[in-house]
């Protein structure tokens, strides 16, 4: 899909758990009124069945196992890279031990601050999700709130500004982001399947 300077690849996976959009790519000029973000130098494309990054054939000429990688785009899942809890009575569980206190901003930084050496050990790409997943594992229970998306499937800016962070690093490293909207247990957030809707519109918008 092209329009002006946005170029993305997208596939939407639709069940009662979740939906998922695969983002390779942003440069837009203006969204919901966020800041316009810098031209993009990395562009993903489908070719076929192969994933290519700014035109070249991802894992060209590799195997693995004894089985061809070339056009695949193995990732790892980091989905929680923008994550927050806003809800006080399970915000203590993520403390950092250093300062005894949760810092989202400090979660970000620190994971941007990684993604040169996932790099240089041949990631190309990596999950995030605007309702993260769950800490602890694939929890029965989610008690606290963590949704980059308000009730009615607006986006909100402080995860937003913690995103832009992601995807300009990645974007700087020619790593590829495949980024999903909603995350079972969280989906409680959203108020009804309009405001869904209107997530996913406002998300690929």
């Known amino acids: ?12 996976w639709r069940s ?39 035109g070249v054939v991802t894992f060209k000429g590799k195997t693995w196992r004894g089985y061809s ?12 890279g923008i994550f927050d ?12 031990p250093d300062t005894k206190v949760w810092d989202a901003e400090r979660n970000t930084r620190e994971f941007t601050e990684n993604m040169p050496l996932w790099r240089q050990n041949g990631l190309l790409a990596f ?3 605007l ?13 606290w709130k963590n949704s980059a998306l308000d009730e009615k ?16 690093k990645a974007d700087e490293l020619g790593m590829a982001v495949i980024l999903g909207i909603y995350y079972f247990g969280q989906e409680k957030s959203i ?6 809707l209107n997530g996913i519109r406002n998300t690929v918008e």
């Open 127 to 129: 999950t995030l999700n």
């Open 16 to 54: 009662a758990l979740a939906t998922t959009l695969i983002l390779v790519v942003l440069s837009v000029s203006s969204v919901n009124g966020f800041a316009s973000p810098p031209k993009r130098n990395t562009i993903v494309t489908i070719d076929g069945e192969s994933f290519h990054i700014n």
């Open 131 to 143: 309702q993260g997943g769950s800490p602890q594992g694939y929890s029965s229970a989610q008690p």
């Open 85 to 96: 809890d806003e809800t006080d009575s399970t915000r203590y569980k993520w403390n950092y």
């Open 69 to 80: 990688i070339e056009g695949l785009l193995p990732n790892s899942r980091m989905v929680n």
């Open 1 to 12: 899909m092209k329009h002006k300077d946005l170029i993305v690849n997208i596939m939407i």
């Open 153 to 168: 499937g607006n986006l909100k800016p402080a995860y937003m500004n913690r995103l832009a962070k992601i995807l300009d």
């Open 191 to 196: 108020a009804d399947e309009a405001a869904v």
